[in-house]
């Protein structure tokens, strides 16, 4: 059983950083791809960024150059650096485990953090 809990977001200005972390209580070999998502209110779940049991990396483009994603197998921890944020990037972050298909898909992933809130303010 994977059980995604998740820390970190916040409130910062235009220009501001912050970092969303992701703990993993179950196996990391359960799972190909584990990503962040995000959801505004009103909108529907967006993919953000993933990172793949090898190391792959892949990014929306919105936020290509300013977030980085990463995690620490030894803390079985899973990272979001965003940097430069915008308003537009203000909203629920999820990180998700367990796809191994596309890795951008939501509908893939079974395993679901209960988010962490970011706010953004101009």
């Known amino acids: 059983q994977v059980q995604l809990v998740e820390s970190g977001g916040g409130s910062v200005q235009t220009g501001g950083s912050l970092r969303v972390s992701c703990v993993n209580s179950?196996?990391?070999?359960?799972?190909?791809?584990m990503a962040w998502f995000r959801q505004s209110l009103g909108s529907e779940r967006e993919f953000v960024a993933y990172i793949t049991k090898g190391g792959g990396r892949d990014y929306a483009e919105s936020v290509k150059g300013r977030f980085f994603i990463s995690e620490d197998s030894a803390e079985d921890t899973l990272y979001l650096q965003m940097t430069d944020l915008k308003p537009d990037d203000a909203g629920t972050y999820y990180c998700?485990?367990?796809?191994?298909?596309?890795?951008?898909?939501?509908?893939?992933?079974?395993?679901w953090g209960q988010g962490a809130r970011v706010t953004v303010s101009s």
């Open positions: 998700a485990a367990g796809a191994w298909g596309s890795c951008r898909l939501p509908k893939l992933y079974p395993y």
């Open positions: 179950g196996s990391r070999y359960a799972t190909n791809c």
